[in-house]
């Protein structure tokens, strides 16, 4: 493989030979599937594979299909069609795919703003559409003779009408800029402390505190369309208990089996690409090491800039308190 040149402190992750010889055995193919599948990556075809999973053994489907674009993905690439036939190719993908959900299984079906008409049409047919969650990718230049596209859309489904959602579990902590208080002195519905004033709020479809991974993040890889951890874990922390399985049929470079498995479910991941599969084998080996998602702690997720901003204030405490070179990790946030 071609290695490219990376600027000192790029901490994107890649593959050594020796990692492809260590990973490469670790990967499954279509014949494995009798020998188990539970937390295994399998390298193929979605449309190949998904037929001898079990009938109902995922909790959560993930789908984050190629988009309607001309896009490379490694050594596959994908063309842009007309929206009638992208919707009926997505529907030849759901009628694949949606076995393996559970009755009370979720899916969340990542697209653009050009897909959107293609996923309802072809969703609304099979499943429940709860919502539209919709999320802001601040990244790109932009374009000179049209808006420049800083959005993503992620469909909210369920089989039924009985599904999993735990509330509790995704709130945003979010600053509070103009600090109520009830006539005792009290503050109202929001924590005074002393990084800060903020309040947990119950999550909307509107999420601007996501960030795109890039090249000084270690979650980063040369995936053209790499999803964030911190994305990842919000989708799965609301529609999943702990044990339960999480199914990435578009897995890339294995972010969905990454935070399945920091989070305490198990996963099953297909990628068509071998680079991509080998990246997600060595992520999940990483786990080990460190299981820290970037923007979640405390069991809540950080508002943008806000968790930053506390990291470096609870920093600073700590190295008076302790000295620059002795500094207690307990007292730093680590997410």
């Given at each position: 493989m071609e290695t490219k040149a990376r600027a000192p402190r790029n901490r994107t992750l890649t593959l050594s030979e020796k990692d492809r010889e260590t990973l490469r055995p670790l990967?499954?193919?279509?014949?494995?599937?009798q020998r188990g599948y539970l937390d295994r990556t399998f390298l193929g075809d979605c449309q190949e594979i998904a037929p001898l999973l079990?009938?109902?053994?995922?909790?959560?489907?993930?789908?984050?299909?190629?988009?309607?674009?001309d896009k490379r993905f490694g050594d596959a690439?994908?063309?842009?069609?007309?929206?009638?036939?992208?919707?009926?190719?997505l529907g030849q993908i759901l009628e694949c795919l949606l076995p393996a959900l559970k009755p009370n299984g979720s899916m969340y079906l990542c697209g653009d703003w050009l897909t959107s008409a293609s996923i309802f049409m072809a969703v609304?047919?099979?499943?429940?559409?709860?919502?539209?969650?919709?999320?802001?990718?601040?990244?790109?230049r932009g374009a000179k003779a049209n808006w420049k596209n800083s959005s993503e859309d992620i469909w909210f489904c369920t089989a039924s009408h009985d599904y999993t959602f735990n509330v509790e579990a995704v709130k945003l902590r979010r600053r509070v800029i103009a600090p109520y208080r009830d006539d005792d002195g009290e503050p109202r519905d929001w924590k005074e402390t002393a990084d800060g004033n903020f309040r947990d709020t119950h999550p909307s479809n509107l999420w601007t505190d996501i960030t795109v991974p890039f090249w000084s993040m270690p979650e980063n890889t040369d995936h053209p369309?790499?999803?964030?951890?911190?994305?990842?874990?919000?989708?799965?922390?609301?529609?999943?208990?702990?044990g339960d399985v999480v199914f990435d049929p578009f897995l890339g470079?294995?972010?969905?089996?990454?935070v399945a498995?920091?989070?305490?479910?198990?996963?099953?991941?297909?990628?068509?690409?071998?680079?991509f599969a080998l990246l997600a084998e060595k992520r999940l080996s990483m786990c080990?090491?460190?299981?820290?998602i970037q923007g979640y702690a405390d069991r809540v997720f950080w508002e943008r800039n806000t968790f930053q901003a506390a990291n470096r204030r609870a920093r600073s405490e700590a190295i008076l308190k302790n000295g620059k070179q002795q500094i207690d990790a307990s007292a730093v946030f680590t997410a």
């Open positions: 990967l499954c193919g279509r014949d494995d599937v079990p009938k109902g053994f995922a909790d959560l489907l993930f789908v984050d299909p190629p988009y309607n674009l690439k994908f063309s842009k069609r007309s929206v009638e036939d992208y919707t009926s190719w609304s047919e099979r499943m429940h559409v709860r919502n539209r969650i919709t999320w802001e990718r601040e990244k790109g369309t790499q999803k964030s951890e911190k994305l990842l874990a919000k989708l799965i922390l609301a529609s999943t208990n702990p470079s294995g972010t969905a089996s990454v498995r920091k989070l305490g479910r198990h996963y099953v991941g297909v990628e068509r690409v071998e680079e080990g090491e460190d299981a820290t």
